[in-house]
């Protein structure tokens, strides 16, 4: 299989963007941007998110008893591309502030999901985070979604009933 091709193809597949949050031992703040991101089970409730085995924050993240799963809403691309760049701080701005479990999060996301790290498994060149969901929040506004390489809002379809 072609990567590039592989790569082209999945953009077509449109992605909830969100940014997860942790806090390490020493009370460091750690985040980044996924779209790897989807629930796994209800019983018990799971959810996954994968972040690249590359990235600075991986260490802390596969580390953490705790993560919080920021979904953003369709306003907030300017957080989803500043959490996606490294070698900054990323809290800096302070957007974030203390939510569930104190995790740094949105207060105008469109949900957050608090997590107890449940499983680490190995996914390629990413780790696969299962988190068991303790908490959660519903913002009430549109989801930002990742499509074709750019953000965008999810289209709302109207169904018509079957005759």
């Not at 988190?131 to 379809?157: H, I, K, M, Q, W």
């Amino acid at each position: 299989m072609d990567p590039a091709e592989f790569a082209r193809t999945m953009a077509h597949v449109p992605s909830p963007v969100t940014v997860v949050t942790t806090m390490d031992g020493t009370g460091r703040r750690w985040g980044f941007t996924a779209s790897s991101f989807s629930s796994l089970s209800l019983d018990p409730p799971l959810v996954l998110v994968c972040p690249a085995k590359t990235a600075s924050c991986h260490k802390a993240f596969v580390a953490a008893d705790r993560f919080l799963i920021n979904v953003l809403s369709v306003h907030q691309s300017a957080v989803a591309r500043h959490f996606a760049r490294s070698g900054h701080d990323k809290f800096a701005d302070g957007s974030m502030e203390p939510c569930e479990y104190g995790l740094p999060g949105l207060s105008t996301a469109a949900a957050r999901l608090a997590c107890t790290l449940h499983e680490v498994l190995d996914g390629g060149d990413h780790s696969i985070l299962v988190g068991r969901v303790d908490a959660v929040f519903t913002g009430g506004s549109e989801p930002l979604v990742y499509y074709n390489r750019d953000f965008t809002r999810p289209e709302s379809c109207a169904l018509t009933p079957a005759s």
